[in-house]
T-cell receptor, first 115, second 114 residues
Framework: GAGVSQSPSNKVTEKGKDVELRCDPI?????LYWYRQSLGQGLEFLIY????????KSGLPSDRFSAERTGGSVSTLTIQRTQQEDSAVYLC?????????????FGPGTRLTVT | AQKVTQAQTEISVVEKEDVTLDCVYE???????LFWYKQPPSGELVFLIR??????QNEISGRYSWNFQKSTSSFNFTITASQVVDSAVYFC???????????FGSGTRLQVQP
C-alpha cells in the first residue's frame, strides 16, 4: 500500500512568514509523529498524535510551532514567523494501532529553507 | 532521560568487507525498544529492525545481523559482505514504553567503495 506522503517536498520562504507542512499517514495508522532533521541538531522529535488522545508536544522548540491532526488522519505542522534556524527537513512518520511495537514508517520529508 | 550514542561518524570500507556499526544507549526504563533505520542518499528513512528490551536474541536478515547486549547497553549492527548499495547514513534509535517518541543517535555514514 501507499506509504507516508508529505507536501510540499521543498519550501522556500522568507524570514517572518508562516508556513504549513502537510502529512498523510499510512492508511489505518493511528499514531503520527513529526520530527525534524538539521545539520546542527540531528534528528529530533517534535510532536506525537495518538488517536483522540491529547498530543505529546514536548518536542516543539517554541510556541511558533504548532500542529493539528484532523479526523485522525492528515496532519499539518505550522511554523509561524519563520526564522533562519527553522531551516531543516521536516519528517513525518506513522505507526500502526498495534503500536506497542512502535515501528515508525517515515515519509520523504519537506525541506524547508528560510531566507 | 534517554540517550543514544553512535560514536562512529563515518566509516569507509571496500566492497565485500564486513562492517559493524556501534550503538550504545542509556535509559532508566526496563521496557524499551531499539531500532535501526537506514537513510540512503535519496533521504527517506527506511526501517530496518526493532528489538524490545526483553528479547536479547541476536537477529540475522540476509547480510544484516544485529547484536543486542543489555549488559553493555549496546545494539550493534553488522553488514556482511558489504555492497555499494549499502552506502547510507544509519541511525540507531530508542523509545521507552511510556514515551513513544524516538530518540535518535547522530548517525553513522557508511561509504562502501567498489
Amino acid at each position: 500500500g501507499a506509504g507516508v506522503s508529505q507536501s510540499p517536498s521543498n519550501k522556500v520562504t522568507e524570514k517572518g512568514k508562516d508556513v504549513e507542512l502537510r502529512c498523510d499517514p499510512i492508511s489505518g495508522h493511528t499514531a503520527l509523529y513529526w520530527y525534524r532533521q538539521s545539520l546542527g541538531q540531528g534528528l529530533e522529535f517534535l510532536i506525537y498524535f495518538q488517536g483522540n488522545s491529547a498530543p505529546d508536544k514536548s518536542g516543539l522548540p517554541s510556541d511558533r510551532f504548532s500542529a493539528e491532526r484532523t479526523g485522525g488522519s492528515v496532519s499539518t505542522l505550522t511554523i509561524q514567523r519563520t526564522q533562519q534556524e527553522d531551516s531543516a527537513v521536516y519528517l513525518c512518520a506513522s505507526s500502526s494501532p498495534t503500536g506497542a511495537k512502535n515501528e515508525q514508517y517515515f515519509g520523504p520529508g519537506t525541506r524547508l529553507t528560510v531566507t | 532521560a534517554q540517550k543514544v550514542t553512535q560514536a562512529q561518524t563515518e566509516i569507509s570500507v571496500v566492497e565485500k568487507e564486513d562492517v559493524t556499526l556501534d550503538c550504545v544507549y542509556e535509559t532508566r526504563d526496563t521496557t524499551y525498544y531499539l531500532f535501526w533505520y537506514k537513510q540512503p542518499p535519496s533521504g527517506e528513512l527506511v526501517f530496518l529492525i526493532r528489538r524490545n528490551s526483553f528479547d536479547e536474541q541476536n537477529e540475522i536478515s540476509g547480510r544484516y545481523s544485529w547484536n543486542f547486549q543489555k549488559s553493555t547497553s549496546s545494539f550493534n549492527f553488522t553488514i556482511t559482505a558489504s555492497q555499494v548499495v549499502d552506502s547510507a547514513v544509519y541511525f540507531c534509535a530508542l523509545s521507552e514504553a511510556g514515551r513513544r517518541a524516538l530518540t535518535f543517535g547522530s548517525g553513522t555514514r557508511l561509504q562502501v567503495q567498489p
